[in-house]
């Protein structure tokens, strides 16, 4: 019996084993890119004397980062690594950033990014006003995914309260992505700060935790550390097993390294990551939680057409956008909705939705919308009778609709809608693609919807395809959600759209 006890607890202990993933991360406050007296060669030859899987930088130019990327490489002899950037914002008031920054802040690793997204956190302080963050998901050797954040939080003494905006900020984000996270970044403030107490209530200081050896990271006279202002923190999921910094002089800060195991949770990658070697690059993504439209992102209303009735409820409820309920036995039209600012689909790209609750009538419609303009777009609606619903595809140029395809619409079945930007120059591919997911596919949060969280790793079919028409401007392109009726109807319904998400799945600068 003993034996085979032992025999139990030894095959536990490989499981266990097994399904975990070893983890090293470093982060750095570069001094503006390795400004004299220090410089990039000796950062990356510290940087590759530990041995990571990921780098966090801070203070570096967008310019340098191919720099890094190629030292790290060459002083690791491989062609793994690869990295992203996102900038800060010098001047500008949410959610437009006027004059962005060559400093910025990035992810290097030599595992694959599934996606990138970079976001600007708005708290003023005496440099800039808003700084970048750059959210990294990466697939590890296993495929298990975890989500790496760069920052680089307001300066000096007199910031105290914008990090603390910050944080909150932040972790309003940052708390809500799933999978293992791992945030790394210079915050400028002390362990017993607010802004740094904020993230430690929800997230593990590695070095508080688990350090050894002197913790201090910053030298006032760059020459004697004596604070400790820079951290990594992770969720659970990750065990941190030790951390350290360095004793190197390449920096006005020095390096903190944590190792970690992390529990492993294999992924399927969205359709369109293999598509890049640096992963999609997400512009805007909404689930529509919380009580009230997120004005940043959702900033307009109706602009496929004229004819907005605001009196058409529009609200945001349960998770979702709900539209209605429409109108009944209403003559003329009553159109709603939500539409976004504008951006720039040059590269190979999308815009999806899931339509969760559609419309019942031939004069009730659910609609999709990526538009130039009100007089040029592209749209997937849906409309039809009970017993004959469905949803179809049709372009508008010069203020004249051109119907493209159909596909039968089940009301019990919610699906994906996307709209993708093909453009592939080395193949003579420029085109619009309208695509379906091919079946329902459960969240990873238990409810049902045409893709998951992580931007659909659902199957989609594609319904219909044309070259690109240069009256749609793909380089200014705003998304539409919208219901409504054009005449009668007697039960139209209401209309409920989730998940939205906008990306390059091809983006042509990281």
Request: proline share 6%; glycine share 8%.
């Amino acid at each position: 019996m003993k034996t085979i006890a032992l025999l139990l607890v030894l095959f536990a202990s490989a499981s266990n084993a097994a399904a975990q993933s070893a983890l090293k991360v470093l982060t750095l406050n570069t001094n503006h890119g390795g400004q004299a007296p220090w410089s990039v060669a000796n950062q990356v030859a510290a940087i590759v004397a530990q041995a990571p899987d990921v780098v966090f930088l801070q203070e570096a130019a967008v310019s340098q980062l191919d720099e890094y990327v190629s030292g790290i490489n060459a002083g690791l002899s491989t062609t793994a690594w690869h990295g992203a950037a996102a900038r800060h914002c010098v001047s500008g008031d949410a959610p437009v950033c006027s004059s962005p920054s060559d400093e910025a802040v990035m992810v290097l690793s030599r595992f694959p990014f599934i996606e990138i997204e970079p976001r600007l956190i708005w708290a003023r302080d005496d440099f800039l006003a808003a700084r970048g963050v750059l959210r990294a998901a990466l697939q590890l050797d296993d495929r298990t995914i975890v989500q790496a954040f760069a920052c680089h939080l307001p300066a000096l003494a007199d910031a105290v309260g914008a990090r603390a905006t910050w944080v909150a900020a932040f972790r309003a984000w940052a708390d809500t992505v799933r999978d293992v996270r791992i945030i790394g970044g210079d915050f400028n403030d002390r362990p017993s700060s607010p802004a740094v107490a904020a993230m430690a209530s929800a997230y593990i200081d590695a070095w508080g935790s688990a350090g050894s050896g002197g913790g201090a990271t910053h030298a006032h006279d760059n020459r004697v550390y004596t604070s400790r202002i820079d951290y990594l923190f992770s969720s659970s999921g990750a065990e941190v097993l030790s951390a350290w910094v360095p004793d190197v002089t390449i920096s006005d800060h020095r390096p903190v390294v944590a190792s970690y195991r992390v529990a492993s949770n294999p992924a399927v990658a969205p359709v369109d990551a293999a598509a890049s070697p640096a992963g999609e690059l997400v512009l805007m993504t909404d689930d529509f939680e919380g009580g009230a439209r997120d004005l940043s992102k959702w900033p307009g209303g109706v602009l496929s057409g004229t004819m907005q009735d605001v009196t058409l409820p529009v609200a945001q409820s349960g998770g979702a956008v709900v539209i209605g309920p429409l109108f009944a036995n209403a003559s003329g039209f009553h159109y709603n909705g939500a539409s976004s600012p504008p951006f720039d689909l040059t590269d190979s790209g999308y815009a999806q939705v899931d339509l969760v609750q559609g419309v019942t009538g031939e004069a009730a419609n659910a609609m999709f919308t990526v538009a130039g303009n009100s007089t040029n777009f592209y749209r997937i609606y849906q409309t039809g009778a009970a017993g004959a619903q469905r949803l179809a595809v049709e372009k508008k140029l010069d203020d004249t609709k051109y119907p493209l395809a159909a596909a039968p619409y089940d009301p019990s079945a919610p699906r994906t809608l996307r709209i993708r930007h093909d453009n592939r120059p080395a193949a003579g591919i420029d085109d619009v693609v309208f695509e379906l997911s091919a079946a329902p596919v459960a969240t990873p949060d238990g409810t049902i919807g045409a893709a998951n969280a992580s931007g659909g790793a659902a199957d989609y079919v594609e319904v219909y395809r044309e070259p690109w028409d240069a009256r749609i401007d793909v380089r200014s392109l705003t998304f539409e959600l919208k219901a409504g009726t054009s005449d009668k109807e007697s039960s139209p319904g209401t209309v409920v759209w989730d998940n939205f998400r906008a990306a390059l799945a091809r983006p042509s600068v990281r």
